[in-house]
């Protein structure tokens, strides 16, 4: 389904198991800060509103988008991180480097995850324009850092019934 037909921040709070203790990373892209940011307003807010404590929410930034995967490894690979969250923004523009960092991040990010069985999440903005990428921050479709602390959480639920 397209953004466009859901809102990023609706979630049903009764899926979501204690998550009192678990220590969720959380790393943001330098890159179109005033987007990535946001959505780690997002994240961070609906952590918090879902259980989790502030003293287990860990920031970290990196460069661009193309980083977040080594962050992610370096973070994914000390235990007491029981989830990591990755949010970026990667806005199209002239060239092809758009489609080269989408590509790498989304394929490094999985490979994270699934080296160190542990949910790493893809919260990536890749759109076509700024107005796009404010819309989802935040804006009109919500704010897919709402979306990715939701995910984490999920997948954390999951994990602790299989
Ligand atoms: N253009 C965007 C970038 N570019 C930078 C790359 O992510 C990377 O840091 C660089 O290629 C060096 O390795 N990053 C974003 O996150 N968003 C963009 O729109
Ligand atoms: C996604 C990018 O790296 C992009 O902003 C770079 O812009 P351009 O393709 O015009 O060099």
Redesign the pocket.
Known sequence: MATKLKNLSDHSAKNISNIGKKKFAVIV?E??EEVTESLFSGAYQTLIDQGAQKENIIKHYV?????LSMAAQWLAAKKEIDAVICL????Q?ETK??DF?CDAVAHGITNVSLKYNKPVIFGVLTPNTQQQALDRAGGKHGNKGDEAAITAIKMLGLAEQL
Request: aromatic content about 18%.
């Open positions: 892209s890159w179109n460069p661009g988008s193309f980083e970026g923004c990667v806005i523009g480097h758009f960092i």
